[in-house]
């Protein structure tokens, strides 16, 4: 669908330039257009890389009707002067002259076609994709109540027990999204499920798999099915060069960074120095891969010894240059740029006794940010709270945050490829202009 609509995009993009074209010099002339779209089209691929950091191709949010729609005067802007930089150091090369009353009313035009044609896809009326829910878990009832938001999607019913179902015409039912631990439970399941549905063409898929689908991380229940993280993570096979790929990116990103982050670098380590009178750097041992002992390398945004944050810290802390030393760790293979992010090593070892399967996190390369980053604001450092201290037994809802955070983290770690890294690292740019307590 993403394709779809890059697809329409550009055919749109295209017949607006022809029409300003047209509206500029009286009529429409090959002569001007030609030229004039060869100077478009980069300008094109450019806003369309702003717009789906903007989230505008996330086909999922536009019809939840949860896309923020006030970020499209953000992305017209960043797009309008990126482009207009472009042009003016590039025009000389082509046969244009003026191309800013063009490029003005294009974007115009553009950006209103954007905002319209994403409002529609949103409100139009999709053939509806019936599914029947099957069994009882949290999982499921966590989908049946965001499942209200989609218009493509209608739930017919929900049943705990197989028997229930028998009354359901199958050509009624497109997919049946059943409960994981439904076969087992109830050894009647699997006679009516593949005796009325599966032999008559309809789909089944579990609640692990379809809340994965559905929030784009992991389920709690499924955090704490050791056989579905043994499927799912364990069993997963990596591409053949996505690892070497994936480091020659780091490299080449901490080769490019460094030189434009020195000088904001030694500036940052001179205001520590001087305005908030304490050590500039801060060394932290955290979890690398497999387990392994790292240190991470960050600009001190508290005071030695308490929890204050610092003059210079709340700045640092608000556009993340407090991780600007962590390019040494990304260059010395600790992390990397993507992956989930490394956790203090006393509070990892706290977590792993009260959640199952928390050191799946450790499977691959912590990384500078991630998807949890993107979507999750950082949970509370547990093993420091005095109230959990020296407790046998803590209630499990007292992790909540910590296990959202699992959720993305594992999430990841099941798709992780290539894309999904550029995706997360184009995105982060976003992600340091939003406060945490914007994030849920």
Not at 117 to 128: D, E, G, H, P, W
Not at 146 to 165: K, Q
Not at 289 to 311: A, L, Q, V
């Amino acid at each position: 669908m993403r394709l779809l609509f890059f697809i329409a995009d550009l055919i749109s993009f295209t017949l607006i330039t022809a029409l300003v074209v047209a509206l500029r010099y009286g009529k429409f002339s090959h002569n001007v257009f030609d030229p004039t779209i060869k100077v478009l089209l980069p300008v094109f691929g450019v806003t369309s890389l702003i717009l789906w950091i903007f989230s505008f191709y996330d086909t999922q949010l536009i019809k939840k009707g949860r896309l923020d729609y006030s970020n499209i005067i953000i992305a017209f802007t960043i797009s309008l002067i990126t482009s207009a930089f472009g042009i003016y150091f590039t025009t000389s090369f082509f046969n244009v002259a003026t191309p800013k009353f063009i490029l003005l009313l294009v974007f115009i035009i553009y950006f209103s076609y954007m905002y319209i044609s994403r409002k529609l896809y949103a409100s139009f009326t999709f053939v509806k994709q019936r599914i029947l829910l099957l069994g009882k878990s949290n999982t499921l009832k966590e989908i049946e109540k965001d499942l209200v938001s989609y218009d493509n999607l209608e739930v017919l019913g929900r049943f705990e027990n197989p028997e229930d179902i028998k009354s359901i015409p199958p050509e009624t039912v497109d997919l049946i999204v059943m409960a994981s631990k439904m076969l087992s439970e109830n050894k009647k399941t699997w006679a009516v499920i593949s005796t009325m549905f599966l032999n008559k063409g309809v789909l089944l898929t579990t609640d692990y798999n379809f809340y994965e689908h559905l929030f784009m991380r992991s389920s709690k229940g499924s955090l704490k099915d050791a056989m579905w993280l043994i499927r799912g993570v364990a069993a997963r096979q990596e591409e053949k060069y996505y690892p070497f790929i994936k480091r020659a990116l780091d490299v080449l990103f901490c080769l490019v960074l460094m030189p434009i982050m020195l000088p904001l670098g030694i500036l940052t380590y001179f205001a520590i120095k001087f305005i908030d009178g304490i050590p500039p750097f801060f060394f932290q041992e955290r979890i690398g891969k497999n387990e392994k002992k790292i240190y991470i390398y960050k600009f001190r945004t508290m005071k030695p010894g308490s929890e204050d944050i610092t003059k210079i810290g709340a700045i640092l802390r608000r556009f993340r240059l407090d991780e600007i030393p962590q390019l040494i760790n990304i260059f010395k293979g600790d992390i990397s740029i993507v992956g989930p992010r490394p956790v203090w090593t006393d509070e990892y070892y706290f977590l792993n006794k009260y959640l199952p399967c928390h050191n799946i996190r450790s499977v691959i390369k912590p990384g500078l940010t991630g998807w949890a980053q993107l979507n999750f604001k950082a949970p509370p450092t547990y093993c420091v709270r005095e109230d959990l201290k020296n407790k046998e037994s803590i209630p499990d809802s007292t992790f909540d945050a910590a296990y959202k955070r699992l959720s993305y983290d594992v999430w990841y770690i099941k798709n992780r490829s290539l894309f999904l890294d550029l995706e997360i690292m184009f995105k982060t740019a976003k992600r340091a202009f939003i406060k945490d307590k914007n994030i849920v």
